[in-house]
């Protein structure tokens, strides 16, 4: 960018998107509106599972189009196919 770009850019708001990097395959992913933080600061998907909602930790990866990839955390179970919550 020139100075002068730069200089009519000062004091703006601007959201800037940079591909760095891509996932090797498939993987699991939701929409971006499904995550929450749980109170230990990690991340969370609410799951609907037998009429009721389960909260499933995961762990948050590349993101991209409105959807995270993610993966469970622990021993919390999350596959393809499964019901996510969005904005609830």
């Not at 703006?12 to 995550?35: E, F, H, M, Q, Y």
Request: net charge negative; proline share 5%.
């Amino acid at each position: 960018m020139t100075a002068k770009q730069l200089e009519q850019l000062r004091d703006a708001n601007v959201r800037v998107t940079i591909p760095v990097k891509s996932t090797n395959g498939k993987v699991l992913t939701v929409p971006v509106a499904a995550l929450s933080a749980g109170s230990d600061g990690g991340s969370r998907v609410e799951v609907l599972r037998d009429g009721k909602v389960e909260l499933v930790p995961v762990t948050v990866g590349l993101s991209a189009d409105g959807f995270a990839q993610v993966s469970p955390s622990g021993d919390a179970s999350l596959a393809d196919g499964d019901q996510v919550v969005v904005g609830r």
